[in-house]
């Protein structure tokens, strides 16, 4: 399943049967299965857990980015003295829900936007802040979200760096100019899904639309497409350089990495070294150590490691 489809499973599948995975992916690179403010999580000071003696059992999904990030949550937790266990793999987003909702899990990383999808997929929260603020709502008392990292792995619409360069493109918005010259792609049903709202939101009238799937990184490396749906984690920006253009406008909706807890298994010291993660944690670091990851088959227990080294985290 190529990774666009990804975010209609996270949000629409589970709402309508609850019976969606965590969507998949392209076999190189993450699979969401998509935080809130600090004062989301404020009651994420029990006695139960972290700093105060008990067990914080660290859960992810079953790809690789998920397991990534639970291991950088393990690791940031275990150099602050709390005890961790891991649980990783584990599977979809329903199988993780239930068992964080019972305590057999107590943080998971979480993407903001599809978990909203999941819990309420009529609502249309866009932003970060909105996305937050609904999911304070929908979540059940036991449950919260901590500080969302500026990490997002969501859709994109993405150029080579030649590209960029000639035409100075750095937002959707400066496709505008251009946008009647280029080619597009992306997965089958993306001009379906978009076409008009791009027209609508930022006026842009593209040369073609190619359903290029899973090439769609490739098409873009080789010039047969000019701009291309590639999500933002995906390792291929880094291992192609391409750049993943920014939008201003929220045509993509925020999908933030951020840990989704049982506030019953954290204390102060557990729940101030996951926001000191998300503080650090940003969408081009995520995606060079996705490269790491993914290209280049190293443990993502080391490639964690690594990372919580160079940030002053381990």
Do not use: H
Request: hydrophobic share 40%; proline share 4%; aromatic share 6%.
């Amino acid at each position: 399943m190529n990774r666009s489809r990804r975010a209609v499973l996270l949000g629409t599948l589970a709402a309508l049967a609850l019976g969606a995975t965590a969507c998949g992916s392209s076999a190189s690179s993450s699979n969401p299965l998509g935080g809130g403010p600090s004062a989301a999580a404020s009651g994420a000071g029990s006695t139960a857990g972290g700093g105060s003696g008990g067990t914080v059992v660290v859960g992810s999904a079953n790809f690789p980015e998920n397991v990534l990030l639970g291991s950088i949550y393990s690791q940031a937790l275990k150099a602050k003295g709390v005890k961790v266990e891991e649980k990783f793999n584990i599977g979809s987003r329903e199988v993780l829900y239930g068992q964080l909702q019972s305590g057999n899990l107590t943080v998971l990383p979480e993407y903001n936007g599809a978990l909203l999808a999941y819990l309420d997929a009529k609502n249309t929260a866009v932003t970060t802040q909105d996305v937050n603020a609904a999911l304070a709502k929908a979540l059940p008392s036991s449950l919260a979200v901590l500080d969302s990292s500026p990490a997002e792995d969501k859709d994109s619409l993405s150029v080579a760096q030649e590209t960029a360069d000639k035409y100075n493109l750095k937002s959707i918005s400066d496709l505008a100019a251009k946008a009647g010259e280029f080619t597009i792609g992306g997965p089958p049903e993306f001009k379906s899904r978009r076409e008009q709202q791009f027209k609508d939101v930022y006026g842009l009238t593209f040369k073609e639309w190619k359903p290029t799937a899973d090439t769609t990184a490739n098409a873009l490396k080789d010039g047969s497409i000019q701009v291309g749906n590639v999500f933002t984690t995906d390792p291929k920006i880094v291992q192609y350089k391409l750049v993943a253009l920014s939008d201003p406008k929220n045509v993509f909706g925020a999908q933030n990495i951020t840990p989704l807890v049982n506030k019953a298994g954290l204390d102060a010291t557990a729940t101030a070294a996951l926001n000191a993660v998300s503080a650090k944690l940003d969408t081009a670091g995520l995606t060079g150590l996705m490269k790491r990851v993914s290209v280049d088959k190293e443990d993502p227990s080391t490639v964690a490691k690594d990372w919580l080294k160079a940030n002053g985290l381990a």
